[in-house]
């Protein structure tokens, strides 16, 4: 079946620091590969997404690859700030039925000014 | 537009109670999802329905039954609370058509907890 593996948080970054998250997948097929964000007390929002290999996802200075090679789709953000402090996950969709989406665990992220 | 919104934002159940939860969409979007989210686990699919009067079971169906009668609405029903049904729960939306192009919108989560 098919699996999301998210970097365990939480993650306390100081403002202006970089940002990594890693994201590892298993999955059927050539899957769609999404990162979401959750800030407190609100639903998901579509962050970023990339639907083949090599494909570079990008929106509001963050960035994510996707990497057939290491079945990898990290997130990076050069400069954090503290409005990005959510908790972001990493997420894809196989080509099968319905296109349910399977989550990664999710990661906490803090910054702090 | 309103999107994806849900009703009620909170709720508190005792063990053996029933409710439904209420999604709505207004995007005339074909496809609608049930999560939950519970801590250290990410969000998991309890059904989902491809289509008005469609349903099919997620990842996570037990003690959940849901139904699809108008295109803007999903239903989740409990016909007897647990405890462990402890949880936020999303809906989410979509339209239909190629895999993973298509973005799924999430509404705002009701919590719900049970006595």
């Known amino acids: 079946g098919n699996s999301v593996t998210q970097m365990e948080g939480p993650v306390t970054l100081s403002e202006e620091a970089f940002l990594t998250i890693n994201c590892t997948y298993t999955?059927?097929?050539?899957?769609?590969l999404f990162w979401y964000v959750q800030y407190p007390g609100e639903g998901l929002q579509l962050l970023l997404k990339?639907?083949?290999?090599?494909d570079k996802g990008s929106n509001k200075g963050f960035e994510a690859t996707y990497r057939k090679e290491t079945t990898s789709f990290h997130l990076e953000k050069g400069s954090v700030q503290v409005s990005d402090s959510a908790v972001y996950f990493c997420?894809?969709?196989?080509?099968?039925?319905?296109?349910?989406?399977?989550f990664g665990s999710g990661t906490q992220l803090t910054v702090l000014p | 537009n309103a999107g994806v919104t849900q009703t009620p934002k909170f709720r508190v159940l005792k063990t053996g109670q029933s409710m439904t939860l209420l999604c709505a969409q207004d995007?005339?979007?074909?496809?609608m999802y049930w999560y939950r989210q519970d801590p250290g686990m990410g969000l998991r699919l309890i059904h989902y329905?491809?289509?008005?009067?469609?349903?099919a079971k997620g990842e996570v169906p037990d003690g959940y039954n849901v139904s699809r009668l108008k295109k803007q609405n999903f239903l989740l029903g409990l016909e007897s609370a647990a405890p462990s049904q402890t949880s936020v729960y999303f809906c989410?939306?979509?339209?239909?058509?190629?895999?993973?192009?298509?973005?799924?919108?999430f509404g705002p989560g009701t919590r719900l907890t049970v006595l």
């Open positions: 989410a939306s979509s339209l239909a058509g190629t895999s993973g192009n298509n973005e799924q919108f």
């Open positions: 999955a059927t097929g050539y899957p769609s």
């Open positions: 990339a639907t083949k290999a090599d």
């Open positions: 997420a894809l969709i196989s080509s099968g039925s319905a296109r349910q989406l399977t």
């Open positions: 995007m005339n979007h074909e496809y």
């Open positions: 329905s491809v289509g008005e009067g469609t349903t």
